[in-house]
T-cell receptor, first 114, second 114 residues
């Protein structure tokens, strides 16, 4: 069975600094997709970034980028120039290609310090 | 605007009562999902449905039931058999035909058993 691990239950970062959230996953599949979701205090889940496993290039969305290491099964999220609005729970998720199941990690709570 | 609407946002229930959480989407998505979120934990899959009149159990289906009579609607009933129903419930959807599609989420429903 696929599993997703986020080893950092909580992290903090100073405003304007950079922080990296870790995610590892376990799968025997070769074709899959990885996602980072943000859940702010409003509890609304928001997609931050996605990565296709067949792409070697790391995905980037403005201040958010990933470091995807397929062989190591690692998918970390880097947030640059952190802002107060980035404070939230962040969930790493996995989906096998054409699969209907999404597997979520336990989440990392990020605090942004002014 | 397209999206997923969950209602009610907050619900209180006495022990022994069944309650139904509503989830409606106007995104024309085929697949719909129900997740449960407990404090400090990730999302756990309760049920999912890929097409009308068909649904599958997730990891924690015991004590829950669903129906999918219309493409747009996927209500979740929390029955009296659910031992610890107090939680935050999230409904989500994705276009099943798009293998790489991410999940779109509703705003959630908070159920409290008194």
């Amino acid at each position: 069975a696929q599993t997703v691990t986020q080893s950092q239950p909580e992290m903090s970062v100073q405003e304007a600094e950079t922080v990296t959230l870790s995610c590892t996953y376990d799968t025997s599949e070769s074709d899959y997709y990885l996602f980072w979701y943000k859940q702010p205090p409003s509890r609304q889940m928001i997609l931050v970034i996605r990565q296709e496993a067949y792409k070697q290039q790391n995905a980037t969305e403005n201040r958010f980028s990933v470091n995807f290491q397929k062989a190591a099964k690692s998918f970390s999220l880097k947030i640059s120039d952190s802002q107060l609005g980035d404070a939230a729970m962040y969930f790493c998720a996995y989906r096998v290609n054409y699969g209907q199941n999404f597997v979520f990690g336990p989440g990392t709570r990020l605090s942004v310090l002014p | 605007d397209g999206g997923i609407t969950q209602s009610p946002k907050y619900l209180f229930r006495k022990e022994g009562q069944n309650v139904t959480l509503s989830c409606e989407q106007n995104l024309n998505h085929d697949a719909m999902y129900w997740y449960r979120q407990d404090p400090g934990q990730g999302l756990r899959l309760i049920y999912y449905s890929q097409i009308v009149n068909d649904f599958q159990k997730g990891d924690i289906a015991e004590g829950y039931s669903v129906s999918r009579e219309k493409k747009e609607s996927f209500p979740l009933t929390v029955t009296s058999a659910q031992k610890n129903p107090t939680a935050f419930y999230l409904c989500a959807s994705t276009p099943a035909w798009l293998s790489a599609g991410e999940l779109f989420f509703g705003e959630g429903s908070r159920l409290t058993v008194l």
